[in-house]
T-cell receptor, first 115, second 113 residues
């Protein structure tokens, strides 16, 4: 149980284009989903907290107009990287927690490469 | 958690030996802690958790110890196997309403034959 999927698993795009990443909880309803980014050899850095039916809460330093988050249902959250640039290249990981639960279950990650 | 750095500490362990991975956390108000294992190119995988009202919890081949006095967490892996090679992260629940986690810097475990 508690399986989280992400799509796509990797994506290569040109600078200036937008990329959408999907995060789905497959066997549970996730009231809250989280988006992280991770650079090589580094830890996970929380970008934003996504709650179903409400606006996402972004961490300090994360541009909300650049990283658009939509949590339209209890099983799906999307992250759109708008006008991507090479410095946005990173490993993006989502996680989900059940209602009232403290444990986060992570997706397999999405490798974004911006040329 | 520990500050993020550019170089992961590495623990080299011989197959069959026990591994001990340490973590210092920062927030004395944190009441829930999780250890995750991350293999290369994959998302973190839940290993074991512990609440602040406990000081020890055991799972299958893993034990987590919590010392709240010095804000220290450790993960012990018994009889380390090649499949245990990965990066291990501790995470502390910051106690906010959303259940945010703060991750430590991570430790690279390399199991040698």
């Amino acid at each position: 149980g508690a399986v989280v999927s992400q799509h796509p698993s990797w994506v290569i795009c040109k600078s200036g284009t937008s990329v959408k990443i999907e995060c789905r909880s497959l066997d549970f309803q996730a009231t809250t989903m989280f988006w992280y980014r991770q650079f090589p050899k580094q830890s996970l850095m929380l970008m934003a907290t996504s709650n179903e039916g409400s606006k996402a809460t972004y961490e300090q330093g994360v541009e909300k107009d650049k990283f658009l988050i939509n949590h339209a249902s209890l099983t799906l959250s999307t992250l759109t990287v708008t006008s991507a640039h090479p410095e946005d290249s990173s490993f993006y990981i989502c996680s989900a927690s059940v209602s009232g639960g403290a444990t986060q279950y992570f997706g397999p990650g999405t490798r974004l490469t911006v040329l | 958690g520990e500050s993020v750095g550019l170089h992961l500490p590495t623990l080299s362990v011989q197959e069959g030996d026990n591994s001990i991975i340490n973590c210092a956390y920062s927030n004395s108000a944190s009441d829930y802690f999780i250890w995750y294992k991350q293999e290369s190119g994959k998302g973190p995988q839940f290993i074991i958790d512990i609440r602040s009202n406990m000081d020890k919890r055991q799972g299958q081949r893993v034990t987590v110890l919590l010392n709240k006095t010095v804000k220290h967490l450790s993960l012990q892996i018994a009889a380390t196997q090649p499949g245990d090679s990965a990066v291990y992260f501790c995470a502390e629940n910051l106690g906010d309403s959303w259940g945010k986690l703060q991750f430590g810097a991570g430790t690279q475990v390399v199991v040698t034959p």
